[in-house]
């Protein structure tokens, strides 16, 4: 999975089994780092005498989520052979700790703090990890009976938010993760994607599989407003396209969080909304952006440009500025330049990985419509029994008057 995103100033670019951050301000050497050269997992011994022949289960070393912490010189790094790496990054690129998880991750968030790294994974637990001790094993949080799909924090780190696969949105006390404060309900599928959007810290934007963008008040788990993301042309042709509409796979907002982006899987347009606290219709649509490319990725940089990641050789990552009213791109912008030479030893990787499935695809829910074909049945089978009770009279009848019939013609004959 190929993702972006910014570290203070280095401009952070994850695919297969590498991260790789590019200095996008000065030409300093950029850094590299490679999952499957780290540290592994020590055997376990009980593993090696198991007369069973069992063997520790091993993943590919691709890149599965990546963080920042909110003062842009920390990041986190998880893998789908279960590591957790902690990386430094001013003055220097440097790994602090490798520890390593129960289940694959699929999100992680540092606290505001800092001093916590919440690691969400596919069997529906989060862990809490701790920056200031970064050799200190994980600790149980809290738990969905779902997979998760995303994690956030309030900006207050008072409460947790949680994200899981069967259209759920959980807020719990963080120093209490089993006192639930609400849940936001409504969307019909997974839910992919979530957003304590900046200068708003009572509001939450989700993401789901239904290709909705929704707003909520989540203390109260109160619902503001839904968007719907799906596109005209973009109508599904048969009952069962209708169950998978683009999923949200990105929400992003601006540094001044005056514009907040929404990409959508395998979907080339980009939709761009403002947050007004006292409209009526407190997220406004403000415009779209039809890139020339699907976009693998989209992330704003420190100065609120948008750098958009697409599947494409020969232009895979284009940078967007907002003038008057649209967004235009930067394609002499020596940043872009510096950046994209950076990335050319790396796309054969990046072609790989666009080619890959999609994230989501397994996750939409499909309904059997076993009701219709068992009620069919039943009626064919009235139909046949009244069939029946109509035919069983008349061959009775028919038999009567045959034995009268043969009564009178004895009785004839007499």
Not at 41 to 63: F, W
Not at 176 to 190: A, D, K, M
């Amino acid at each position: 999975m190929a993702a972006v995103g910014f570290c203070g100033d280095w401009f952070i670019f994850t695919c297969d089994t590498k991260l790789v951050a590019v200095h996008s301000k000065q030409s300093r050497e950029p850094f590299v780092f490679d999952c499957s050269a780290a540290e592994k997992r020590p055997k376990n011994p009980k593993d090696e005498n198991n007369s069973d022949g069992g063997s520790e289960e091993t993943g590919s070393d691709k890149v599965l989520a990546f963080t920042v912490s909110p003062s842009g010189k920390l990041l986190a790094l998880t893998d789908d052979n279960k590591r957790l790496f902690l990386l430094h990054c001013e003055p220097s690129w440097r790994c602090i700790s490798t520890r390593f998880v129960v289940r694959r991750c699929t999100s992680l968030r540092f606290s505001q703090a800092e001093d916590q790294l919440l690691a969400a994974d596919k069997s529906g637990d989060v862990y809490s990890f701790s920056v200031v001790e970064p050799q200190k094993e994980g600790e149980l949080k809290m738990g969905h009976l779902s997979m998760l799909l995303a994690v956030t924090m309030s900006p207050d780190d008072r409460f947790i938010i949680t994200a899981d696969r069967d259209e759920k949105i959980r807020v719990s006390h963080l120093r209490s993760p089993y006192n639930i404060q609400s849940f936001c309900l409504g969307h019909t599928q997974f839910v992919s994607a979530l957003l304590v959007p900046p200068g708003h810290p009572h509001w939450l934007l989700s993401g789901s599989g239904d290709g909705t963008l929704k707003l909520w008040e989540f203390e109260s788990g109160r619902k503001l407003q839904s968007c719907d993301l799906t596109e005209p042309e973009e109508t599904p042709s048969t009952e069962a396209d209708e169950q998978k509409k683009p999923s949200v796979c990105r929400i992003s907002s601006s540094p001044d969080a005056r514009y907040v982006a929404v990409q959508c899987e395998r979907v080339s347009t980009l939709h761009f909304f403002t947050l007004d606290q006292k409209a009526e219709e407190k997220l406004v649509p403000h415009s779209r952006l039809l890139l020339p490319h699907c976009p693998l990725d989209v992330t704003f940089d420190p100065e609120g440009r948008l750098w958009a990641l697409m599947d494409s050789r020969d232009s895979p990552l284009q940078i967007y500025s907002h003038r008057g009213d649209s967004w235009e791109c930067d394609a002499d912008s020596p940043e872009l330049r510096r950046v994209t030479e950076a990335l050319k030893p790396h796309g054969e990787t990046l072609e790989a990985s666009s080619k890959s499935s999609s994230r989501f695809e397994h996750l939409y829910k499909v309904t059997f419509d076993n009701v219709t074909a068992y009620l069919q049945k039943k009626q064919q089978r009235l139909e046949e029994q009244q069939l029946k009770r109509t035919k069983t009279p008349t061959a009775n009848g028919n038999k009567k008057a045959k034995r009268e019939r043969s009564e009178a013609a004895s009785q004839s004959s007499t």
